[in-house]
């Protein structure tokens, strides 16, 4: 028989603190990803046939580099977010799923790291 109450019983066997941001954090960048990934994709419908100067000029204005960073950045982040959510769902081996976030983190800040370094250097003429 315990005196405690349900909230006494219920506290420490789980934080609602964590999963809000994250949750949050997935909406925003889909919402963000929906506006930058039209863009894109009428962008590459214009430049199409273009020649690759055309499109060089295209890429070396400051509002298209801008945008491709942010389109990388937020393409990569989002797919951390939901891969994040699968590894932590469905693996239930503490060791590997610390190993695996960890790797994966890494993996996903180096691909985007590359990802706008290509697009800065291109911006920039380099």
């Known amino acids: ?5 349900p909230l006494g019983r219920a506290r ?9 941001g ?3 954090a997935q909406r925003i960048t889909a919402v963000a990803l929906i506006p930058l990934s039209l863009w894109f994709v009428i962008s590459v419908m214009i430049y199409l046939r273009a020649d690759y100067g055309t499109v060089l000029n295209w890429m070396h204005s400051p509002v ?10 937020t393409l990569y982040y989002h797919a951390y977010l939901g891969l994040q959510t699968v590894i932590e769902d469905y693996v239930h081996d503490e060791w590997l799923k610390v190993s695996t976030l960890v790797l994966l983190k890494f993996i996903y800040i180096l691909l985007a790291a590359a990802g706008i370094f290509a697009v800065l ?6």
């Not at 028989?1 to 109450?5: D, E, H, I, K, Q």
């Not at 420490?12 to 809000?20: E, F, I, N, P």
């Not at 491709?68 to 950045?73: G, I, R």
Request: cysteine-free; hydrophobic content about 60%.
């Open 121 to 126: 250097r291109v911006a920039f003429g380099g």
């Open 64 to 73: 298209v580099a801008v945008l491709l960073v942010l389109l990388v950045a």
């Open 12 to 20: 420490g066997l789980g934080s609602a603190k964590r999963g809000t």
């Open 22 to 24: 994250h949750w949050l």
């Open 1 to 5: 028989m315990s005196f405690r109450t």
